[in-house]
């Protein structure tokens, strides 16, 4: 079965720290992909990421980056100079073929960031 | 686009009472789930369908019940509503299997 650990359930930061939101996932996959959400106070879920598993390159978008490594089965979400606008619930979520769901995603249980200002 | 709808946003229901949270997507999108969201445990799936027709159990479908007679729609019913069912239901489609999903704005659902 597949699993998708986020063991920080919230995080506390001021305005412009840097952040880092973990996720570890258990998968017998080969294949397989790896996704961020975000979900602000307001509610709605937002796609951040998408990767797959053959795919170890770091990605940077602006202040977001992520860092996938197979070796230790992680998925780390990093913000670098946290604003305000980045307080949200951040899910980390899994899918691939033996997830005998169609491919609908695993989520982990979710990381609140707090920005403080 | 609307992308995917859903209705109602709230709900109040009294236990035993029947409903039935609707879902539309206007994307052409084959993939839809149901999805709840109860806190600390992320998002659950409760049922989903790969295309029209066809429907499926996702992790915790007791209680729930849905059918997809279109691509575009695919309604969440529930039988007899229960306590353990307040949580906040979110629809989702995709364009195919591992595609991003885009999801609908939510439905909080209080049973008392």
């Known amino acids: 079965a597949q699993k998708v650990t986020q063991a920080q359930t919230e995080i506390s930061v001021v305005e412009k720290e840097d952040v880092t939101l973990d996720c570890v996932y258990e998968?017998?996959?080969?294949?397989?992909?790896l996704f961020w959400y975000k979900q602000p106070p307001s509610g709605e879920l937002v796609f951040l990421i998408r990767?797959?598993?053959?795919?170890?390159q770091n990605e940077i978008s602006g202040r977001y980056s992520w860092n996938f490594q197979k070796s230790t089965s992680s998925f780390n979400f990093t913000i670098t100079a946290s604003q305000v606008v980045d307080s949200a619930v951040y899910f980390c979520?899994?899918?691939?073929?033996?997830?005998?769901?169609?491919?609908?995603?695993?989520f982990g249980g979710g990381t609140r960031l707090m920005v403080k200002p | 686009n609307a992308g995917v709808t859903q209705t109602p946003k709230f709900q109040v229901l009294k236990t035993g009472q029947s409903m039935t949270l609707q879902c539309a997507q206007d994307m052409n999108h084959e993939y839809m789930s149901w999805y709840r969201q109860d806190p600390g445990m992320g998002l659950r799936l409760i049922h989903y369908?790969?295309?029209?027709?066809?429907?499926d159990q996702g992790e915790v479908p007791n209680g729930y019940n849905v059918s997809r007679s279109t691509t575009e729609d695919f309604p969440l019913r529930l039988l007899s509503a229960a306590p353990s069912q307040t949580s906040v239901y979110f629809c989702?489609?995709?364009?195919?299997?591992?595609?991003?999903?885009?999801f609908g704005n939510g439905t909080r659902l209080t049973v008392t």
């Open positions: 990767r797959n598993s053959f795919d170890e």
């Open positions: 979520a899994l899918s691939g073929p033996n997830n005998n769901a169609g491919n609908m995603l695993t």
């Open positions: 989702a489609s995709s364009f195919r299997a591992n595609s991003p999903l885009h």
């Open positions: 998968t017998r996959d080969t294949t397989y992909y």
């Open positions: 369908s790969v295309g029209a027709g066809i429907t």
